[in-house]
């Protein structure tokens, strides 16, 4: 069953909307909170008027710095300690909150709230005169700054050189479902139903602002409309929701407006990266820099961590790589799909197309030209990599032997600019510990769970293939439970870690629980395989059987009715230390190919086609596999020609705050994307050979485009979105 393309087992619920969100949790007399949230990105309160906003029917309480719950400010970080005193830190910091009887009531009483400020004047430019830059202690977990070789010198004696500056705006999450929270109290203990990606690392965060143990926290997450990073942290709303439901004294519902999307729950920062390089006149790499300033809050530290994907891609031999962040008056960013490898991809694959021309080698026989056989960084060999397999089926099935390699050479039948340009893709295996348990019913259905989380990539029907096929059941006859801090702990949904790290739990339990079964059959005398050996049985369909006379067995219903019992449950646990580096280094790898047209006298670009191909160990299911891979592709494509936080640089503000003015693709702009799901088998990375997939179709999906416009048009776009206005006054 695994890598079968099972439709989604949750699809019927999500269509006919069985499937409730965290918003839609029915819960008694509950009230409504909405953020009243600053004006301004930097100063201190100077006055609340609230006096007109409680004088309204249904107002419960209005929250400000002077009312507000206390938190525990030693283990919350700055964005968290919420309503705690007057200083503003960023632009749509909340500032109080309105709680009321409706949602209607509680949005009037909000707007009527008036705020007064002592305003600052906000740093928001990275050239601003004064900004603070900073080393940063780690780049999300790796090291800053690493050097090997002797970049400087090799540098120098190279032949060929590139010396570039490349751009990334900040670019926001838009899940279809927005942040939602609902939170009451029982006496001392707090439930939460809560739209995020990781349900433990919510209860363990919430816990530690109110002061409160783990366990007086439940958080529930059971169906979530996309998360994309921006739900993998805790945010100021989750505790907001908590604050004001102990206050009132009854459940509260709180959900963000869409602009409130744009504002305090971090974004992808804006980042600027010198990529220089060395080569020989053939292509060969020879010295190697990727200089990262990244856009951080003046409170944290989240760095984007862009030049890891330089440090691993290729082979060279003399390489330094440095991250520094520089202070803004924005809230601090977070994690946003393939955070550090998406911009940093297309910093180093536009850099490598660039060398391409310089030395007039074809694009992508310049990547074979510095394959890296083994990790340059770790010094380790892969666990597994296909990346050549990947290059060879995207380029044939692009029909990339047709480009001709001068640009502005090729048009399309309809007289545009026609353009054709590739990249590599790659992001790290990650897996982290995680428990599984799984259930036989006497009816012989299976429930197994997990306290993961799906975010609408697929989880629920992965892992109820994973716990069938390892039990020995037909699909139909199985179910999956998710998103409970009452079920065995799992990890996030981020990182593109989850289901290779519950899977192989899942996996774990589902034998644990087959091996009891074979123990309650064998061990009765009632049984037809009373007294076998465990290792003359086979599982399937069921039902257990001798293997050589597959008539002789019993269903797994009548197992479990005959031993009295109305279940037989089984619990794993699979433990894996992030910190302890293992023998190999793991990696999905992929490639991209585009093919654009330009308008020659608007600028105007469209995607005509995509061919992109991945490889990543063990396919779980090839239906939802293809869907992730493809909605990454489609990002990448978003981000090369589309989304762009537009910050008002005198206020702080990003203006464009909404998806009619902060674009991303609609069906018109993506014709023809193909997702090519290239065979790897790799018996290193885990016991089931699975690597994450949920981030690598975003990871050099933007370069392949971009390096397609520079095809079409002679001109190179370093800073992001490629738009009609830079391709018009663009020198070659």
């Not at 039948?413 to 353009?419: K, W």
């Not at 510990?433 to 006497?442: I, L, P, Q, V």
């Not at 369909?541 to 006379?549: A, F, K, N, Y």
């Not at 909605?631 to 762009?644: D, F, R």
């Amino acid at each position: 069953m695994i890598g079968a393309p099972v439709r989604r087992v949750d699809g019927r619920a999500k269509v006919t909307g069985a499937a409730r969100y965290s918003y839609e949790e029915q819960v008694a007399n509950p009230a409504y909170a909405v953020i009243v949230a600053s004006t301004v990105a930097a100063g201190r309160i100077a006055r609340i008027d609230a006096a007109e906003a409680q004088r309204l029917p249904g107002v419960m309480s209005v929250l400000t710095y002077r009312n507000a719950p206390r938190v525990n400010a030693n283990a919350a970080d700055r964005k968290l300690q919420v309503l705690q005193d007057d200083r503003v830190f960023y632009d749509r910091q909340p500032v109080a909150l309105v709680v009321a009887d409706t949602f209607e009531r509680a949005t009037d009483a909000a707007s009527r709230v008036r705020v007064t400020y002592d305003r600052a004047t906000p740093t928001t430019r990275m050239d601003a005169p004064g900004v603070e830059i900073f080393t940063p202690k780690s780049a999300n977990n790796n090291p800053p700054d690493t050097s090997r070789g002797s970049f400087d010198a090799a540098f120098a004696a190279a032949p060929v050189k590139i010396d570039a500056l490349y751009v990334t705006p900040a670019e926001f999450h838009n899940p279809m479902e927005p942040h939602a929270t609902v939170a009451f109290w029982e006496g001392g203990r707090l439930t939460v139903y809560d739209a995020s990606q990781g349900v433990f690392p919510r209860r363990k965060s919430i816990a530690a602002v109110f002061g409160i143990p783990d366990s007086d926290v439940r958080v529930i997450s059971k169906f979530v409309g996309g998360g994309f990073g921006s739900k993998g942290g805790t945010n100021p709303h989750q505790i907001l929701a908590a604050m004001a439901a102990k206050v009132v004294n009854r459940p509260v519902k709180i959900v963000l407006t869409r602009p409130q999307m744009f504002g305090g729950f971090g974004n992808r920062p804006h980042t600027e990266q010198r990529l220089r390089i060395g080569a020989d006149r053939g292509g060969k790499l020879l010295a190697l820099a990727h200089d990262v300033k990244s856009q951080v809050s003046r409170y944290d530290d989240f760095i984007e961590n862009c030049a890891v994907i330089s440090r691993m891609l290729y082979a060279v031999d003399n390489q330094i790589t440095t991250h520094r962040g520089v202070r803004y008056d924005v809230v601090t960013p977070t994690y946003m799909r393939a955070p550090g490898e998406s911009s940093g991809s297309f910093a180093l694959e536009s850099a490598m197309d660039e060398l391409a021309y310089a030395t007039g080698v074809d694009p992508l026989q310049l990547r074979l030209i510095n394959y890296a056989e083994t990790d340059p960084h770790e010094k380790k060999p892969w666990s597994s990599k296909s990346l050549r397999e990947c290059y060879a089926q995207a380029a044939e099935r692009f029909g990339w032997s047709r480009r001709t390699p001068q640009p502005r050479s090729m048009r399309s039948p309809d007289g545009m600019l026609l353009g054709m340009g590739m990249a590599s893709s790659t992001y790290p295996s990650n897996r982290s510990s995680a428990s599984a348990a799984a259930t036989m019913h006497a009816d012989g259905s299976l429930l197994a769970s997990s306290g993961g989380v799906d975010i609408g990539t697929g989880a629920y029907t992965a892992f109820t293939q994973i716990a069938a096929e390892a039990v020995g059941v037909p699909v139909s006859q199985a179910r999956f439970e998710l998103g409970d801090t009452m079920l065995p702990e799992a990890p996030q949904a981020g990182g593109s870690q989850l289901t290779a790290s519950v899977a192989n739990a899942v996996q774990a339990a589902g034998i644990a629980l087959r091996d009891k079964l074979a123990a309650l059959a064998t061990g009765d005398p009632s049984s037809p395989l009373h007294g076998r050996d465990p290792g003359e049985l086979v599982f399937g369909d069921g039902r257990v059987h001798l293997r050589e006379r597959p008539a002789v067995g019993e269903t797994f219903a009548q197992i479990v009715r005959r031993s009295g019992q109305a279940t037989v449950s089984a619990h794993a646990d699979v433990h894996h230390d992030r910190s302890k580096k293992g023998p190999y280094s793991s990696h999905a790898f992929g490639a991209h190919f585009a093919e654009v047209h330009v308008d020659p006298d608007f600028g105007t670009v469209r995607l005509a086609r995509m061919v992109s191909a991945f490889a990543a160990g063990t396919i779980v299911n090839a239906r939802t596999a293809r869907s992730q891979y493809l909605g990454g592709a489609v990002w990448g494509v978003a981000m090369a020609l589309h989304e762009e936080g537009r910050m008002d640089e005198r206020t702080g503000r990003y203006m464009n705050a909404n998806l009619e003015n902060y674009l991303v693709p609609v069906n018109a702009d993506i014709p023809q994307v193909e997702i090519i799901l290239v065979d790897e088998r790799d018996t290193e990375v885990n016991p089931l050979g699975i690597k994450g997939i949920g981030e690598i179709g975003n990871v050099g999906s933007a370069a392949a485009v971009a390096n397609a416009v520079f095809h079409a048009t002679g001109k190179r776009v370093r800073e992001l979105p490629i738009t009609p206005e830079k391709l018009l006054t663009s020198s070659a």
